[in-house]
């Protein structure tokens, strides 16, 4: 293996051995309460409506490098309205739900309409976004706290009751036994997965990996996999909202990587002038990367008050913030048409990972915040250097 070939290995698998280490670090500095059973589970639901924002950031960032500023706020008002409906109106569960996922994605919609046929900066649509549903939150809450303990249903299928997991089928012992059959399944679902696209490859003479760099990241990726299934199977088991979190997953990492929607927004935030000369309707892409983003931003909402059994207007304060750099922490580039689900998920465990060791720690709030900037700050550090072959200084 060439130095070239090690570098570009490196390159390529960086914020992964990033991630090893900083567990390892917080690892030892918490005596290994990081990787206790009930903090692994609570890293899952306290980060998931990251997982889910920042899968649909990524589709934005991908269309050149643009963002959504407004997706806390928008979290927090279609919160407000499912709280207000189910509590205060008294509208059924279900009927809540897809009133939520309307309003959302009428949101998205809204704003995805200036942004891609008005021209109007994302920056600026989104900003205003943010302000108003922000106001708007408000608004509908009436400046109050509404709780939803009371409803079970919604509360468990969202993953926020003390019942909120998967029951285990094979019997109640220390073990979880369906949880480790789930990841097992996973497991051999991954691996098939994996074999079935490098025959397919280089059945088409595409270029592939070296075999023992293939199997070396399948037996890694199947331990992480067992590892983090027994763990769940050790405190009470499958999350819910993991179940949410692994749809969105799966979803779009078939869509980005396998659809020809998909292509397109690699495409134009690689050349968005030769796209459009290609025939893409790049307007068109605009406006479902940020319908999308508001679609999502409902799930996030469902969510978020369902894990905290209520709505308030201040719900959803930074989670823009955090989307956003899971996603370049993750590999997406800072100009557009670069960035990976995986990447991204992986951005979003590392800046989880963060939280909860320095919160273990007893780090002061404000310290993280600190911390958490100087990671986001060396992503794109990173990204933009390795993009001028590794010069720090940009030629005039």
């Known amino acids: 293996m060439s130095g070239q070939q090690i570098l570009g290995f490196l390159k390529k698998y960086t914020m992964i051995f990033v991630l090893i280490i900083v567990v390892a670090f917080f690892s030892w500095r918490t005596g290994g309460a990081l990787l206790l059973p009930m903090n692994v589970s609570n890293l899952i639901s306290q980060n998931a409506y990251v997982f889910i924002l920042a899968t649909g950031m990524l589709l934005c960032i991908l269309t050149g490098g643009n963002i959504d500023l407004s997706v806390g706020s928008v979290v927090c008002?279609?919160?407000?309205?499912?709280?207000?409906?189910?509590?205060?109106k008294g509208v059924p569960v279900w009927l809540?739900?897809?009133?939520?996922?309307l309003v959302g994605t009428a949101i998205g919609a809204f704003q995805g309409f200036w942004i891609a046929f008005v021209r109007i900066p994302p920056f600026i649509v989104t900003l205003a976004g943010m302000l108003a549903f922000r106001g708007l939150s408000n608004v509908v809450l009436n400046g109050l706290t509404v709780?939803?303990?009371?409803?079970?249903?919604?509360?468990?299928?969202?993953?926020?009751?003390?019942?909120?997991y998967i029951h285990d089928v094979f019997g109640n012992g220390t073990l979880n036994l369906t949880c480790l059959l789930g990841g097992l399944v996973a497991a051999?679902?991954?691996?098939?997965?994996?074999?079935?696209?490098?025959?397919?490859?280089k059945t088409k003479n595409y270029e592939v990996e070296a075999l023992w760099i293939f199997v070396g990241k399948l037996v890694a990726i199947v331990a992480v996999i067992m590892?983090?299934?027994?763990?769940?199977?050790?405190?009470?088991?499958i999350p819910t909202v993991l179940i949410w979190v692994l749809a969105v997953i799966i979803v779009y990492a078939y869509i980005t990587g396998n659809t020809t929607i998909g292509r397109h927004f690699y495409a134009v935030g690689g050349n968005e002038?030769?796209?459009?000369?290609?025939?893409?309707?790049?307007?068109k892409v605009y406006f479902l990367a940020y319908t999308n983003m508001g679609f999502l931003a409902a799930l996030a909402a469902m969510v978020t008050i369902a894990r905290l059994t209520s709505a308030q207007p201040t719900y959803g304060q930074n989670y823009e913030m955090d989307a956003i750099g899971s996603c370049f922490i993750g590999g997406?580039?800072?100009?557009?048409?670069?960035?990976?689900?995986?990447?991204?998920?992986?951005?979003?465990v590392l800046m989880g990972v963060i939280n909860l060791?320095?919160?273990?720690?007893?780090?002061?709030?404000?310290?993280?915040?600190?911390?958490?900037?100087?990671?986001?700050?060396?992503a794109v550090i990173f990204d933009v250097v390795s993009k001028r072959g590794g010069k720090l200084f940009a030629k005039n």
């Open 96 to 101: 809540t739900i897809i009133i939520m996922i």
């Open 227 to 237: 590892a983090f299934a027994y763990k769940l199977a050790q405190h009470k088991g």
């Open 357 to 378: 060791g320095m919160s273990l720690m007893g780090v002061d709030a404000n310290m993280q915040k600190v911390v958490k900037g100087l990671v986001l700050l060396a």
């Open 273 to 283: 002038k030769a796209t459009k000369l290609s025939g893409i309707n790049t307007d």
């Open 147 to 164: 709780s939803i303990t009371n409803k079970t249903t919604f509360v468990n299928l969202f993953g926020g009751g003390a019942d909120c």
């Open 332 to 348: 997406a580039s800072a100009y557009g048409g670069i960035g990976t689900v995986p990447g991204v998920i992986i951005g979003a």
């Open 188 to 201: 051999t679902v991954y691996v098939l997965t994996q074999f079935g696209s490098r025959i397919k490859k």
């Open 77 to 88: 008002f279609v919160g407000a309205v499912g709280a207000t409906l189910m509590v205060n």
